[in-house]
């Protein structure tokens, strides 16, 4: 049980940096950072492997580039999707 708070915590510290680093953080809510670091954990380890630091089991450079690579590729299908949105 404690692991899987683990994960969830350091899935949406994952995905806060993602948000971070590409600059889309402030569009997202705690919830989207937890799924945007497991995903992009999961994402990152499979194509970069599991290597540098784990902490909950997963990779923390791997899962970082992922969660990046999951970010920009997400907002740019939702501006395909909504093009005005960013003009608020």
Sequence with gaps: MLHWLWVLIIGGII??????????GHSMNWFVNIIAGLIGSSLGQAIFGEWGPQVAEMAIVPSILGAIILVVVVSFILRMIRPNA???
């Design 15 to 24: 995905g806060l940096i993602a948000g971070a680093i590409t600059g889309h």
């Design 86 to 88: 960013d003009e608020t």
